[in-house]
């Protein structure tokens, strides 16, 4: 069994207003909801609310995966095979944007950022993020889109030089930038409510 994400853009002062204990609880409830119908077509994009138990956060449905983390891992990596190759200002930039998403980079920061979000449990059942943006985060990562975005085609023979992997979760640069396009939906959408972005293993 692989892990799986579902992202969450939520209004972090609802999130901070929440007593401690019961924030896994709500954010369960909004990434899988109790009134969820597994016999409906697949939903993609953002489904808001995410629950009506849970009205102040959205969940964004990935059109381009199954749910799995392995294609954004898989793009992360492909970044960082890809960045050497790539303009510098679209260095730079796809940086600043994939750091805070998917990729680690080589100065991953020091402070763990689910850091008071949750209780203290070391019980190994304990949810964890796969990503944490606050609010003041978000437009910044928006920004380094905004000026990535028009570079990027430039990436593409690189990337499919270096980087593809025909057969794989992120086959060639096409893939790369349908995934990539999807977080700028993520991203944009969560900056113009001025919320945050959480992304849990399940």
């Known amino acids: 069994m692989?892990?799986?994400?579902?992202?969450?853009?939520?209004?972090?002062?609802?999130?901070?207003?929440?007593?401690?204990?019961?924030?896994?609880?709500?954010?369960?409830?909004?990434?899988?909801?109790?009134?969820?119908?597994?016999?409906?077509?697949?939903?993609?994009?953002?489904?808001?609310?995410?629950?009506?138990?849970?009205p102040w956060c959205g969940r964004y449905e990935f059109h381009s995966t199954t749910g799995t983390y392995k294609p954004h891992f898989w793009a992360g990596d492909g970044w960082d095979t890809a960045r050497k190759f790539a303009d510098p200002v679209l260095r730079e930039s796809l940086?600043?944007?994939?750091?805070?998403?998917?990729?680690?980079?080589?100065?991953?920061?020091?402070?763990?950022?689910?850091?008071?979000?949750?209780?203290?449990?070391?019980?190994?059942?304990?949810?964890?993020?796969?990503?944490a943006c606050p609010p003041p985060v978000v437009p910044v990562i928006a920004a380094h889109w905004a000026r990535a975005e028009p570079l990027l085609e430039d990436l593409?023979?690189?990337?499919?030089?270096?980087a593809a992997r025909p057969g794989g979760w992120i086959a060639d640069f096409d893939a790369f930038t349908v995934l990539l396009r999807e977080w700028a939906v993520v991203v944009d959408?969560?900056?113009?409510?001025?919320?945050g972005l959480l992304g849990l293993p399940f």
Not at 17 to 29: F, G, K
Not at 43 to 54: D, H
Not at 97 to 124: A, K, M, N, Y
């Open 2 to 54: 692989g892990l799986d994400i579902t992202v969450l853009g939520l209004d972090w002062g609802e999130l901070e207003r929440t007593p401690t204990a019961e924030r896994q609880d709500l954010l369960y409830e909004a990434a899988c909801p109790e009134d969820f119908d597994w016999h409906a077509e697949p939903r993609a994009g953002w489904v808001f609310p995410a629950s009506p138990k849970v």
């Open 95 to 131: 940086d600043g944007f994939l750091f805070h998403l998917i990729w680690e980079g080589d100065d991953p920061p020091e402070v763990v950022p689910e850091s008071g979000l949750f209780p203290s449990d070391s019980t190994p059942w304990r949810p964890s993020l796969l990503l």
């Open 156 to 162: 593409r023979e690189e990337y499919d030089r270096h």
């Open 189 to 195: 959408e969560t900056a113009r409510r001025g919320w």
